[in-house]
């Protein structure tokens, strides 16, 4: 296997990684400092679906996968611009 598809590899197996412990993080902090926004996040999540309160459940996934997500991608750019990951012109 090339250097590069390995560098490739970890750096998303590390962004991946990131954005599992940044995510709960961030939106805990954020559910507990602005509950208000949080509950309009979810509310429009509700919309979006067209799922109510019984719904709940479902919106905290959607929420919370689309924060990981997130949050994977941005590691993945910050992986690829800096650090012993970064991308290497060859």
């Known amino acids: 296997m090339r ?3 390995k560098v490739t590899i ?11 412990i940044l995510s709960p993080a ?6 507990n400092l602005a509950p208000g926004a949080f509950e309009a996040l979810a509310e ?9 309160f019984e719904g709940a459940v ?7 996968i689309g924060s ?3 949050f994977s991608i ?7 611009s800096w650090g012993p990951l970064r991308h290497q012109a060859q």
């Open 44 to 52: 429009s999540v509700g919309r979006l679906f067209g799922i109510g």
């Open 10 to 20: 970890l750096r998303f197996l590390v962004a991946l990684i990131a954005g599992f």
């Open 74 to 80: 941005v590691s993945w750019l910050v992986l690829r």
């Open 68 to 70: 990981v997500t997130l």
């Open 58 to 64: 479902v919106e905290l996934f959607v929420i919370v």
């Open 26 to 31: 961030f939106l805990y902090s954020f559910a």
């Open 3 to 5: 250097q590069a598809a």
